[in-house]
């Protein structure tokens, strides 16, 4: 079983920046995707962005995309989500998980395996 760790959650001011980290271990991490997504209160969760093991990515929206940025370091086993521009609605718990090869971007029921999450807290 993969183990997948998110760190880097916080609270920030609108307007701010934050970096979130994942960690994994137990798959093969340079040819799985990676991706991020996100829960808020009462909401079902959502999904953020994906990078696939050829470092192509997408974004849930153009909105997201123009704001946050995900990357991957092979080496470290380690995908990251770089927020800006931070917005209180982006307040969630932000998770991390990964899907196999060829498996659909996006799409929750394609990830084979997901983190614990970390909560992120945007006030104005």
């Known amino acids: 079983q993969a183990e997948l760790v998110e760190s880097g959650g916080g609270m920030v001011q609108a307007g701010g920046s934050l970096r979130l980290s994942c960690v994994s271990s137990?798959?093969?991490?340079?040819?799985?995707?990676m991706a991020w997504f996100r829960q808020a209160p009462g909401k079902e969760r959502e999904f953020v962005a994906d990078?696939?093991?050829?470092?192509?990515?997408?974004y849930s929206t153009d909105s997201v995309k123009g704001r946050f940025t995900i990357s991957r370091d092979n080496a470290k086993n380690t995908v990251y989500l770089q927020m800006q521009m931070l917005k209180p609605e982006d307040t969630a718990v932000y998770y991390c998980?990964?899907?196999?090869?060829?498996?659909?971007?996006?799409?929750?029921?394609?990830?084979?395996?997901w983190g614990q999450g970390t909560q992120v807290n945007v006030f104005s």
């Open positions: 990078i696939s093991g050829w470092h192509v990515t997408r």
């Open positions: 998980a990964a899907r196999s090869r060829g498996a659909a971007p996006g799409d929750p029921t394609e990830y084979d395996y």
């Open positions: 137990g798959h093969t991490f340079s040819s799985d995707g």
